[in-house]
T-cell receptor, first 113, second 113 residues
Framework: GAVVSQHPSRVICKSGTSVKIECRSL??????MFWYRQFPKQSLMLMAT?????????EQGVEKDKFLINHASLTLSTLTVTSAHPEDSSFYIC?????????FGEGSWLTVV | GQQLNQSPQSMFIQEGEDVSMNCTSS?????WLWYKQDPGEGPVLLIA?????ELTSNGRLTAQFGITRKDSFLNISASIPSDVGIYFC?????????????FGTGTRLKVLA
C-alpha cells in the first residue's frame, strides 16, 4: 500500500514552453502533497506544499507564478513549470502524506533545451 | 530551505560490515523518517519513528528516535552490495504547525564486495 506515482518520468521541452508533471496517490487519499526539487548529489529541497482544494504554500525563494501547483482532488496534484528555461532542468519529486508518514513518487526528470 | 545535519556525508565500507549514521536538529521533532534513494529514483521509506526513545527494526535496519527528540540514528547490520545508495533522514517539526518535513543532507553509502 501507499503507492505514489509520477508522470512523466522523463520529459524534454523547448525553452519558453510549459510542462506539467502529475503526482497521484494510487491507493490512498492525500489531502497534502509536497513538491521537491533535487540537484545532482544534493538533498531534496522542498518547493511547495500542495493542499487539496486550496492554494499551495510555497517555500521562500520559489516563484509561484513559475511553478504552478494544482491539487484538484484527493489523489492528484500537478506541478506546471511555466516558460521553462534550461536552468529549470532538474529532478522533480512529489510526495503524499498519509498520517504522519510521507511516501514519494518515482521522480520526474525535466530537461529544458 | 532548512535542512537537518546528517553525518557522515559518505561512507565506503566492506561487505559484511555494520553501518551507522545519524541526524541532529536544533528543533524538537515529533516524527522521524528514514529513506533510501537509488540514483534517478524517488526515495523509498525504510523506517518511521513516532515516539521519543522508540527503537524500530526492518530486517537488517534499525533506527532509533532520540530521547531528546532532536536526533535519530540508523544502523545497517551486515551490509551487502545492494545497500549502496543515499540515505536520508526526515523530521517533522513539532512546533511548525504543518505537516512539512525537513530533510537531512544525505549519507552516501558505498559497499565494496
Amino acid at each position: 500500500g501507499a503507492v505514489v506515482s509520477q508522470h512523466p518520468s522523463r520529459v524534454i521541452c523547448k525553452s519558453g514552453t510549459s510542462v506539467k508533471i502529475e503526482c497521484r496517490s494510487l491507493d490512498f487519499q492525500a489531502t497534502t502533497m509536497f513538491w521537491y526539487r533535487q540537484f545532482p548529489k544534493q538533498s531534496l529541497m522542498l518547493m511547495a506544499t500542495s493542499n487539496e482544494g486550496s492554494k499551495a504554500t510555497y517555500e521562500q525563494g520559489v516563484e509561484k507564478d513559475k511553478f504552478l501547483i494544482n491539487h484538484a482532488s484527493l489523489t492528484l496534484s500537478t506541478l506546471t513549470v511555466t516558460s521553462a528555461h534550461p536552468e529549470d532542468s532538474s529532478f522533480y519529486i512529489c510526495s503524499a502524506s498519509l498520517g504522519n508518514t510521507i511516501y514519494f513518487g518515482e521522480g520526474s526528470w525535466l530537461t529544458v533545451v | 530551505g532548512q535542512q537537518l545535519n546528517q553525518s557522515p556525508q559518505s561512507m565506503f565500507i566492506q561487505e559484511g560490515e555494520d553501518v551507522s549514521m545519524n541526524c541532529t536538529s536544533s528543533s524538537i521533532f515529533n516524527t522521524w523518517l528514514w529513506y533510501k534513494q537509488d540514483p534517478g529514483e524517488g526515495p523509498v521509506l525504510l523506517i518511521a519513528l513516532y515516539k521519543a526513545g522508540e527503537l524500530t527494526s526492518n530486517g537488517r535496519l534499525t533506527a532509533q528516535f532520540g530521547i531528546t527528540r532532536k536526533d535519530s540514528f540508523l544502523n545497517i547490520s551486515a551490509s551487502i552490495p545492494s545497500d549502496v545508495g543515499i540515505y536520508f533522514c526526515a523530521g517533522q517539526n513539532a512546533t511548525s504547525g504543518t505537516y512539512k518535513y525537513i530533510f537531512g543532507t544525505g549519507t552516501r553509502l558505498k559497499v565494496l564486495a
